[in-house]
């Protein structure tokens, strides 16, 4: 099955997802469609992806070991999912495509399968999964470049100057999770080539809005997960050069991994591991995970991902040009204003609590954003210019932009993003800073929550 349609078809509308008709309730009376504008976090699941999963259902059955008809159909459609998802990544001859449960999972695969020796290097400004899997390895934290060229630069003076110059893998992020911003993928893949380096994706933010093409970028190795590419059924993908994973001790040892396993006459066990994706892929697979990324893969193609990212850049355009109308609004940005960034916008709003404004976003309007770090902790530190501080009660209004902004409000949408969501939040940002919140909040368990108490 070919993922390019011969005549791609024109997005001008959302690719249907789940979803778009629950209807939510509002503390100041009434019920409003839910706005669902915190993709970054789980996308809803794409309805052809619901459909492929429904359809198949019934003739769901074990992967790898049985005998019966469903169970090698079900085999079948697994590594079927497997040349979707190498096709949709543009993998190259003798890459791997492994099933996991999500990017974390992957890049934590990849950690425990790196060679002994090898310094890793990761921007501080990535998400936590990509900062933090590399326990075994000597690690270095490169500071927050401010231009994408700094980037660059960055990276190669610091694998210019390792010593000695053995083994060395970059990790770096496609689109961040708090700006959006796009990462020069491509410039920091050749410098870490150019100096013997390997390099792994991590395209957990990006797969889901942009083309992500492995040879087209010669990066190493990619990790997405399903459930922010419109898959939300447990899997997700880690994808790319073989020999490291291949030499590696499974991810996890059990079946499904060996190919044989004997008793050896002292007692002990012998074991073949496997030489293909399943040496990492121990246990029952999750089979449905599997074949809802490729259908997501395959619809996400077949809608033309040139027309989805120019429908997306719309509604980027149109958020920041609404906060924009709002001085009390500062977007955070790590390259500028001009970065050319996905549908992941966060901001703080001067007198606000974040987290109380997302939760009237919520309660009174229907909006489902997301306040906090965001798992990038020392990128959101850094963008809001400081250490943030324990929430104090929702209501208390920080002070200076800044100096007292706990934490910030992140915005995101996708391919089933309709315009009346992104119209709706930047009519409710201007009216929230403009009137204030219509209901009282308070703090429990540390989060803002509508106030039971007023009626
Ligand atoms: N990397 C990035 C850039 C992310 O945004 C996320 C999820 N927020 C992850 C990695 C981790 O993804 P998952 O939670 O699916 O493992």
Redesign the pocket.
Known sequence: MSLRPAVPTTVATPLPVLGRDVLVPLVTGGEVGYAALDY??SAPALQRVWDDVAAYAPYYGSVHRGAGYLSQLSTDLFEQSRATVAEFLGCRTGDQVIFTR????SLNLLAAAVPDGTSVFVFETE?H??LLPWRDAEVTYLSAPRTPGEAVATLERALDAREPRGTALVCV?G???VTGELWPVRELAAAAHARGARIVL?A??LAPHHPVDIAELDVDWVAF?G??LYAPFGS?VLAGRSDWLLAAEPYLAGGGASRRVARREDGGVDVDWHTTAARHEAGSPNVIGAYAIASACRALAAAGFDQLVEREQALVARVRAGLAEVPEVKVLSLFGDDAPRVGVISFVVEGWNSSHFAAALSAEYGIGVRDGL??AHPLVRTLLGGAPQEPGECGAPDTALGERSLNAIRVSFGAGTPDEHVERFVGAVRELVADGAKWRYRTEDGRCVPDRDQA
């Open positions: 970054a976090a999500s990017t974390t999972d998400h999964a990509s992020t689109a961040s999770n991590d957990a933010q997960s459930h922010k997700g965001f798992c």
